[in-house]
């Protein structure tokens, strides 16, 4: 308990980003991009992290040129009162979406595979609640507890790959291109604001030790990220081949299920659907706890922690609005929140960019 | 603050158990194989056998009248629905989560009907991918009702064990669910699932070992069941059968494959009459070229085996003689190569399907699924030149190093 000093180091951040975008691959998100991707659905988290280094560097440059200022307090600083205050909430209206429907898939995957007939509400409140539980504690918490997870969870997906080896069939990438180079491409570009999580991390660069750090967390975490979603769906095509994977819900759950290890321990998806949860809850958190910590930074209120309560309960109650859960969970998620949100996480760092510099002549 | 946090602990305890959907293992009814059959109207008759834990178990005492499985056949639109319906003389929950063997009786597998089956299938999350499908001669009750295992009394075990034996020996494919999925899914080849029947039909004695269909084996004693052989199914219809012979060569032919090793019977080459008992073992995956620049694709396949030679049955000495050894290899491969092409040109023109899942070598030579598509290697399979070459190596001949001298015994 000597290093307590409410800051995060390279490693902890390292293991939050893995945890916040790696597990993308584990969750509904196939369901949005096998249809586009097909055969060469893995090549997309490649085109995102082509696609985001501009944004991400101009991220990291903004924040290096702005010691202990935050995201949204960099946001007010450039564009002003007004424009600021606008922009900042449209940050928060995406994470506060994005936290909905995320989390309302995790309760709609539990729901349909594990606990049928359990009211939604139920799962919802323990699995925020869950969540709410880390996020009251703080940022280190979160950090602690997702470094402490991230070896269970790289050593699950390996013993993934171990137990699914006999399974696979390499022919299955074939034709390597899928629906052809272009179309993958622009079909990546468009999804490319599911790695947007790191415009986020941005507001907690105050809380990381140094710069040094935060940079080498970000970008080992991302890069990892890319790789373990990558290597999900490549799983998934060895398995199931490229067309059964568009038509399922969760593919995570049903690799699980397919798992044997000899002859009479068939079925080892209990233990990674813990796993997944954990993940899961451990995401959630983090999420929770940026909502707040946005809220509070663009009211400028000093302390924002008791501001993630009623976030909490406000995503349990808007989460639980949509009737029909995966369809609806489906379209929302992939026609608003992912695919018309790119151009936004693509800019707003390029804009912030040019504005400083231009601030920056004047100045001069 | 202590006594706080320990009684935190405990309410946490009370979200681990299971909440709505806690089942308690006593009053869960574990099908271990699920029967389909053709029914009136819309429906299916639908049979479970029920495994019953207690028996092979320690807890035998206490239920020692109890049958090893109970087996019951409804009447109900679909395989899900059946599960309640069960429960009219069933008193626990029907529960699929361990079914491991799915019965499909050929007149269902021949029917229109036979591809919806598997939308409950892929729908319901209890039921696996890795189950296994099973084409019955008969109707698939029957199937279920006859199988008699003599030495396994629990019915799983009888099932996991027969679907381990079957896929090392070679005589039936392996055939799951999710294979079948993705064969029908692509749409370029066909499908082989195992193919089944209680009790003999007609049988024909033909002196080979493997050149049999489920029901023809010439045997008596023990269980009636025949599991030899393999159904062919196209575009989501079965449209014939292959005996295991011919299953044995398609395994050897495909790119990927379960079965390991297994013995088989060859003709002499110095004495046709007589037979040699080798034990095969497939070495590596073949080599599979497709060429599809031309309007016809090419085929060319490269098949290595490994070969034991563990019978000789002409009491020619192979093993002193290089000369004849390089005969024997020579004449095993043309009798192999010879075998395949028969084959080759039965899945071209009679059943018009690839069975070989040469189309996931052919996918390699194309950058893009429409450009694949566009092939509709379906069509094309039936005109391609096929060119199969079978590479053998001879390993050992067996624990002894020459055979008896015959001659000098008979002296």
């Known amino acids: ?364 | 603050m202590r006594f706080l946090k320990m009684s935190l602990l405990l309410i946490l305890s009370l979200f681990l158990t299971g909440c709505w959907d806690a089942l308690e293992l006593e009053e869960q009814a574990y099908v271990v194989a699920v029967g389909m059959d053709l029914g009136e109207g819309d429906n299916y008759y639908i049979t479970y056998q029920i495994g019953n834990p207690q028996v092979g178990s320690s807890d035998r005492a206490n239920a020692e009248r109890e049958p090893a499985s109970e087996i019951i056949t409804v009447l109900a639109p679909d395989k899900i629905s059946a599960r309640e319906l069960a429960n009219v003389s069933v008193s626990r929950r029907v529960t699929f989560s361990h079914a491991k063997t799915f019965i499909i009786s050929e007149e269902l597998a021949k029917s229109e009907k036979f591809l919806e089956v598997f939308e409950a299938v892929t729908r319901d999350p209890q039921i696996k991918r890795q189950m296994d499908i099973i084409i019955s001669k008969e109707r698939a009750e029957d199937f279920i009702r006859n199988n008699n295992p003599v030495l396994e009394t629990r019915p799983h075990k009888n099932y996991e064990l027969m679907d381990e034996r079957w896929k090392a020996s070679g005589l039936v494919p392996a055939s799951t669910i999710n294979r079948f999925l993705q064969r029908e899914e692509e749409d370029a080849g066909g499908f082989l699932a195992i193919y089944a029947t209680i009790g003999k039909t007609d049988t024909k004695a033909n002196g080979m070992e493997d050149k049999y269909k489920a029901g023809e084996v010439d045997k008596t004693g023990g269980n009636t069941l025949q599991m030899i052989g393999a159904a062919v199914i196209k575009e989501g219809r079965m449209i014939g059968t292959i005996n295991g012979e011919e299953n044995r060569l398609t395994l050897l032919l495909r790119p990927h494959t379960e079965a390991t090793s297994w013995y088989a019977t060859y003709p002499d080459p110095y004495k046709k009459e007589k037979h040699l008992t080798a034990r095969i073992l497939r070495q590596g995956k073949p080599k599979i070229k497709v060429d599809v620049s031309q309007s016809k694709p090419i085929i060319t396949v490269e098949a290595p085996v490994k070969m034991q030679i563990l019978l000789m049955r002409s009491f020619i000495d192979y093993v002193d003689d290089q000369e004849k050894q390089k005969f024997l290899t020579k004449a095993i491969e043309g009798y192999l190569n010879e075998a395949s092409m028969v084959l080759v040109k039965k899945a071209q023109n009679e059943l018009k399907v690839d069975i070989f899942q040469w189309s996931l070598s052919a996918r390699k030579e194309f950058l893009t699924i429409p450009e694949f598509e566009d092939y509709n290697w379906i069509d094309k399979f039936p005109q391609a030149d096929v060119r199969v070459n079978f590479k053998v190596q001879i390993t050992n001949f067996g624990k002894q190093l020459k055979p008896i001298n015959i001659n000098k015994i008979k002296e």
């Not at chain 1, 696609?51 to 903004?62: E, G, Y």
């Not at chain 1, 002003?80 to 995406?94: E, V």
Request: glycine content about 8%; proline content about 5%.
């Open chain 1, 1 to 364: 308990m000597d290093k307590l000093d409410g800051k995060i180091g390279a490693r902890e951040l390292f293991s939050i980003v893995i945890i916040i975008i790696g597990i993308k691959g584990a969750d509904m998100t196939p369901a949005n991009l096998f249809p586009s991707g097909q055969s060469a659905t893995w090549m997309f988290p490649i085109v995102w992290l082509v696609i985001m280094t501009i944004p991400i560097w101009a991220t990291l440059s903004l924040l290096k040129k702005y010691k202990e200022k935050n995201i949204v307090e960099i946001i007010y600083l450039l564009t002003g009162k007004y424009i600021g205050f606008i922009i900042c909430l449209s940050l928060l209206a995406l994470l506060f979406t994005a936290t909905v429907l995320n989390s309302r898939s995790y309760v709609d995957i539990m729901n349909v595979m594990i606990f049928p007939t359990t009211p939604i509400i139920v799962l919802y409140a323990v699995l925020i609640g869950s969540s709410y539980f880390i996020a009251n504690r703080g940022l280190e918490t979160i950090g602690r507890t997702s470094w402490l997870l991230l070896p269970y969870l790289v050593g699950g997906i390996v013993l993934l790959f171990i137990i699914l080896g006999d399974n696979i069939i390499i022919e299955y990438l074939y034709p390597i291109t899928g629906p052809g180079i272009t179309k993958v491409i622009k079909s990546g570009i468009t999804h490319s604001s599911l790695i947007g999580e790191f415009l986020l991390l941005a507001i907690f660069f105050p809380n990381v030790r140094d710069y040094k750090s935060y940079k080498k967390g970000t970008l080992w975490g991302l890069l990892l990220s890319c790789l373990i979603i990558s290597l999900l769906f490549i799983e998934y095509i060895l398995i199931f081949d490229y067309v059964a994977p568009q038509m399922m819900m969760h593919p995570y759950s049903q690799l699980t299920r397919v798992t044997e290890i000899g002859m009479f321990i068939t079925s080892l998806d209990a233990f990674f659907f813990g796993l997944w949860i954990l993940t899961g809850i451990i995401r959630f958190s983090f999420y929770l706890y940026g909502g707040g910590a946005i809220l509070g930074y663009t009211l400028k209120i000093k302390e924002y922690e008791p501001l993630i309560l009623p976030i909490t309960v406000l995503t349990i109650i808007v989460g639980l609005i949509p009737s029909n859960p995966s369809q609806t969970i489906l379209i929302l998620r992939d026609n608003f929140l992912i695919k018309k949100t790119w151009i936004y996480f693509f800019a707003l760092p390029l804009v912030l960019w040019i504005i400083s510099k231009i601030r920056g002549e004047v100045k001069k």
